[in-house]
């Protein structure tokens, strides 16, 4: 998409149909992940779907109800991940307090530097 190829019609393979149909119901792909959920909300956001879809639904629940109760998933880089999966559904329930949660994990684990441990983690936590 960042290209400008459209991922459902503008390759051999519809990019976009192979992350709706790894879908079960709940979740996308590996049910003992969540970061597959939180990448593939980011995709199908740009990708037409919306917040009435049920799919999106289900998404954005599985990838709350995965939330630490330090208001994390796991790291600064899947946090960062996941409040931007989650910004364009946040008048879905829970979403929006989701974010919050996550924003002020994010404000907890800043250094005094500015940074939040590496590159990397830095580079998510800005976006």
């Known amino acids: 998409m960042a290209l400008g190829i459209d991922p459902k019609n ?25 970061n597959d959920d939180i990448f593939a909300l980011i995709v199908l956001s740009h990708a037409g779907f919306d917040r009435n879809d049920e799919i999106i639904k289900k998404i954005v629940s599985f990838i ?20 931007q999966a989650l910004r364009n559904f946040k008048k879905l329930d829970g979403a929006s307090n989701s974010i919050y949660l996550g924003e002020e994990y994010l404000l907890k684990e800043q ?8 590159v990397y983690s830095t580079s998510w936590a800005i976006q």
Not at 111 to 118: I, N, Q, S, T
Request: net charge negative; no cysteine.
């Open 111 to 118: 250094e005094d530097d500015g940074g939040f441990g590496d």
């Open 10 to 34: 503008g390759t051999d393979e519809d990019y976009i149909d192979n992350i709706a149909s790894s879908f079960d119901g709940e979740q996308i792909g590996d049910e003992e992940l969540f």
């Open 64 to 83: 709350i109800s995965n939330q630490s109760d330090d208001g994390s998933w796991g790291s600064v880089d899947m946090t960062s991940a996941a409040i």
